[in-house]
């Protein structure tokens, strides 16, 4: 088992000892000083003692109150989880990967920091979350001494960055930068050590502690690293351990950006549009980056227009808006039927005035057992409007199973489009 960092010093060393038996010469590889059971060694001596009650202090007071990265998936994970994973990866351009590196020689930070600030000012956008946590892989090669080495070195930390919409991006960049140098000085305690001193809730098919890692790959041996960019761009993964991943490698072709992500929460069409505002992210922050990362435009030019012009012509605001403004505009449609605003606003209240006569209101559930249609779309909108929640039963279950068992969620098939252009979305039970 071995690490990136290892593979590099493979391929340097198979490329030197090559190119010295093309030219008939003694192959010129000094002998290492330490192997990897010396190092083995060094660490089990480090991590005990007062050593390792200093760092298992320092995580419980980093992480304390640290909320759970919820990623808005588009769908939730299986029963028993596959762990399939799938990837979508582009290159940046030269030019931009070196104005990433003049940003973060003015700011004092590393392209490391930048990227992962630019990563966590994404996921706010997604999320909403003031408050993230994400694991990044590091190469743990403390000793001078172990950087020849090959090996699995490799131990992930946790960096935690906290952040506003109103914040600019320097703004950002600075926390980000200050939270990662306090996270770096306690890399040496392995992950397995932290979960179990911490005992943070389970979940299968999911790590602990966090969902989404990020990992910056700085090659040490440039001509290896760049004449595998290509390989790496069309590169597949057939199993992942996290819900999504991005990596970052850097070569003199630019900087490849890569999204791994896992097939039972995520589509590959999701993680492309998370890709192009990725992207897209990287340009605004290059063009402005003192402007508040809540600005931060995500859409296209085009897409902007498309969109301003769309809400133009449905003349009202996205704010505020009700059933009745849209009048006989398709709501809701099936294979059967199709229903209007209107039709749809009259007998959601009908149903919801029945409801309440019968004892729905808050604290209260609501069961509804209709086949897929629009009547249980009514019935779901109903229970909201009466201010009930809902609970769905399956009409296929006999009734004692129904009695027995809890239902599982399941996703609404029909959709609608907010008005004034906002994105489509769609309702569950």
């Known amino acids: 088992m071995a690490d990136g960092w290892s593979i590099d010093i493979l391929m ?46 320092f995580w419980s007071g980093y992480l304390a109150g640290a909320p759970e990265l919820a ?24 030019p ?44 743990n090669r403390a000793p001078e001494e172990a950087e020849d080495l090959i090996g699995f070195f490799l131990n992930t930390i946790l960096l935690r960055v906290r952040l506003t919409s109103e914040q600019s991006f320097l703004q950002v960049l600075a926390a980000t930068r200050e939270s990662s140098v306090a996270a770096y000085s306690g890399q040496q305690l392995p992950f397995a050590r932290l979960v179990e001193h911490l005992q943070p809730r389970r979940a299968l098919g999911h790590n602990p502690l966090y969902r989404a890692t990020v990992q910056f790959f700085k090659s040490r041996h440039s001509t290896a690293r760049t004449s595998a960019l290509r390989e790496e761009i069309g590169y597949r993964r057939t199993a992942t351990n996290v819900d999504l991943a991005l990596d970052l490698f850097e070569s003199g072709e630019g900087l490849l950006s890569r999204f791994e992500f896992n097939c039972d929460v995520f589509d590959g069409a999701t993680v492309a549009r998370l890709l192009d505002h990725w992207e897209r992210m990287l340009a605004a922050i290059l063009a402005a980056p003192g402007q508040p990362i809540g600005t931060l435009p995500l859409t296209s030019t085009a897409d902007q227009a498309l969109l301003a012009a769309w809400a133009g012509q449905a003349q009202v605001p996205c704010t505020g808006w009700t059933f009745e403004s849209f009048g006989e505009r398709t709501a809701l449609t099936s294979p059967q ?16 005035t029945l409801l309440r006569a019968r004892g729905a209101g808050p604290e209260r559930v609501v069961a509804i057992r209709l086949a897929d249609g629009l009547d249980t779309a009514v019935a779901i909108l109903a229970a909201w409007r009466a201010e009930a929640a809902f609970v769905y039963l399956d009409p296929a279950l006999p009734p004692s199973a129904r009695r027995r068992s809890w ?16 994105r489509p979305w769609r309702m569950r039970r």
């Not at 190119?19 to 192959?27: D, E, F, M, N, Y």
């Not at 199709?338 to 919801?352: F, I, N, T, V, W």
């Open 12 to 57: 340097r060393d198979l490329n030197t000892a090559y190119q010295a038996s093309l030219q008939g010469r003694p192959v010129p590889l000094a002998p290492l000083r330490v192997q990897f059971a010396d190092f083995a060694r060094w660490q089990r001596a480090q991590l005990s003692g007062a050593h390792l009650d200093e760092l298992l202090a």
């Open 71 to 94: 990623l808005p998936a588009d769908r939730p994970p299986p029963p028993i989880p596959t762990r399939r994973a799938d990837v979508c990866a582009r290159l940046l351009a030269a």
């Open 96 to 139: 931009q990967r070196d104005a990433l590196y003049e940003l973060a020689r003015r700011a004092g930070a590393t392209v490391f920091q930048v990227l992962l600030a630019a990563f966590a000012a994404l996921l706010h956008r997604y999320t909403g979350q003031t408050d993230l946590v994400l694991g990044a892989p590091m190469a």
């Open 337 to 352: 039927a199709r229903l209007s605003y209107a039709e749809l606003d009259r007998r959601c209240g009908q149903l919801a």
């Open 407 to 422: 239902p599982k969620p399941r996703r609404w098939p029909c959709s609608t489009m907010r008005p004034g252009g906002a």
